[in-house]
């Protein structure tokens, strides 16, 4: 009794401190606060006239939301139409337009559309009044008047051509007098700097909020796999976000950063992606509009507007990246400029850890022999040698099996159609002997990864393009282009895609079907049918592969056919290829 009383005390003594702290002292503490903080409210009120609120501002809708029609011109028309600042660096040349300080000319001087040296060169970025409009817009939301748009007209001070040792400057200057400076300079590659400089000359504060949007008309003409990811593509505080383009056309996408990130549109091998200032919390979206103009845009704009007082300057640093996705370019980008992540820019897949140092396996080796085919050859070797220890316990026991085949005769005598018996007696015969009836299969399996992350490799990225071997190959990221259906060519007629059935296919088909011939024949007539159309069936299949895809297999088919043969011998296993060959095509006599 006594315990709970002292209990009751305690707890009434407790209530009454709580009570008179919060009454004596946080309560006084907390009004004082409250009123402080409406007085700043008063006084910023009375300095602002018709001034846009802050937070309005910040919440102010980014340009090409508005479905605004556009009248399509041809692409020389649009270019010519407007006042422009040449851009003209090693890698890019292009212009600026003035109208809105766009970056919508842009074409690449290393790459061409075809592996004709002719061909036009690739053009990334086309005016928005074109029927494949595309481009880069960065700007500010604010009240009307205030603040440059997309209809403003910049004037250029002093220098007029861009390149990666001169950059320019773009002035404009607002109703009131306040001066906005645009300084644009490039690196002799792909990234654009964009430092934008405000001083405020009028009598009022300015409040204004940055924003960036990479619009786009058109998805890619060429068509998309699923190992490759094509569409609006960002990082906002270390988290990739990737939309498709049929996606954002279903429903808009929206995503928030606290202080980093950066966001854009990316294809196959060509990217353009906006990094806004560091520290700046942003909210990106990756919408598509059907109305008017339709667009695809990915946009960005920044949480909280920007109040710069009367007199006084505020400067804005962004950054543009737009062009090739040369893997050691993009992560030295990332690396130089802090900027998070910016190497999944390139679809590395779930497994980059296998696929990256792939890559860099074979562009080291390409390097050295100044080839890509000579490259996939011998990352070829280099993996052989690495999977040596595994494959020779498999080829070991592949070779025993070999001499277990007068066993497996006498078992098959013994049990005639009893298939049960037989499956029971075979499974006993395979513990005792130690002997692993499915080692032939590991050899292949084995290849699945190397040969999913070899052709992630060829597939996305840009240093495969247009590469070429030797002889009819000319870009090892291509199907090989001749055909058997036309005789190679000799035939003037081109089959459909599914008869594109080329040399290197058929030859790797044959070295495929020469390593299974070197194997035991399974004794079970199901595995048995599927040994037997395996290679007819992944012939066909990989016909429409890249090249370089179908060299690499074929190739590792005959290392792994002499890899057999020598350790067969070594165990003193007769090589029975040309057996199983002969038996494959003889008679077999009919049951009564």
Known sequence: MEKNRNYYIAIVFSVLIVFVWQFFYMGPKMEAERQREAAQQAELAKTKKAEQPAADIAAAPVPGMDGAAVAVINRDQALAEVPRVTIDTPALTGSINLIGARLDDLKLKNYRETIDKTSPIITLFSPGNTKDGYFVELGFTGAAGSVPNSKTQWSVEGNSKLTADTPVTLVYTNEAGSVFTRKISVDKDYMFTVEDSVKNSSAQPLALAPYGRVVRYNQPTHASAWVLHEGYIGVMDGNLKEETFADASEEPFKFEATNAGWLGITDKYWAAAIVPQPGAA?????????????????????????????????????????????VPLVEAYGEKNGIESFDKLIDWGWFYFFTKPMFYLMDWLFRYFGNFGLAILGTTVIVKLLFFPIANRQYASMAKMKTL????????????????????????????????????????????????????????????????????????????????????????????????????????????????????????????????????????????????????????????????????????????????????????????
């Open 282 to 326: 942003f909210t990106s979206n990756f919408s598509h509009v059907t109305k008017g103009q339709p667009l695809f845009q990915a946009d960005y704009r920044t949480n909280a507007a920007d109040t710069i007082a009367a007199g006084e300057s505020k400067s804005f640093k962004t950054l543009v990246f737009a062009g090739a996705k040369q």
């Open 405 to 592: 085949q007068p066993k497996m005769e006498e078992l098959k005598a013994k049990f005639g159609d009893d298939r049960m018996g037989l499956q029971t007696a075979m499974m006993q015969l395979y513990k005792e002997e130690k002997v692993n009836p499915l080692a032939g299969c590991w050899p292949i399996l084995l290849q699945i990864p190397v040969f999913f992350a070899l052709y992630k490799v060829i597939y996305v990225t840009i240093e495969m393009r247009h590469a070429p071997f030797f002889g009819w190959i000319q870009d090892l990221s291509a199907p090989d282009p001749t055909t058997l259906f036309n005789l190679f060519g000799l035939i003037p007629w081109d089959p459909p895609q599914a008869l594109m059935l080329g040399v290197w296919p058929i030859i790797m088909g044959i070295t495929m079907f020469v390593q299974m011939r070197m194997n035991p024949t399974p004794p079970d007539p199901t595995q048995a049918m599927i040994f037997n159309w395996m290679p007819l069936i992944f012939t066909f299949m990989l016909g429409s592969f890249p090249a370089g895809l179908v060299i690499y297999w074929a190739w590792n088919n005959t290392l792994s056919v002499l890899q057999q043969g020598i350790i067969m011998k070594r165990h003193g296993v007769k090589i029975e290829l040309f057996d199983n060959l002969k038996n494959l095509f003889k008679r077999k006599p009919s049951s009564a």
